[in-house]
């Protein structure tokens, strides 16, 4: 087992960048939707943001669910 590899596994992160391909949309979009609504800049969320948080979120569970079998199997 290569500590590297499975900490970098560990502490991958869901960013901006993926959220805003998953929708279709640019980068300033997601960063404005996240602004508070009394902001001058905040824009409502995409459409759709939704299926698409579910669905990064299942990825994830996914990654760590096997990444905890790789280590299970390492012990």
């Known amino acids: 087992m290569d500590f590297k ?4 596994a560990l502490l991958e992160l869901v960013t901006h960048q993926d959220l805003a391909e998953a929708l279709g949309v640019s980068v300033a979009s997601i960063r404005q939707a996240r602004l508070g609504p009394g902001t001058n800049a905040y824009r ?8 698409a ?6 990825r ?3 990654h760590y669910r096997q990444l905890a079998e790789r280590i299970r199997k390492g012990l």
């Not at 409502?44 to 299926?51: F, T």
């Not at 948080?53 to 299942?58: G, I, K, M, W």
């Open 5 to 8: 590899k499975m900490t970098d």
């Open 53 to 58: 948080v579910l669905q990064l979120a299942e």
């Open 60 to 62: 994830r569970a996914k």
């Open 44 to 51: 409502s969320p995409p459409e759709g943001w939704e299926g």
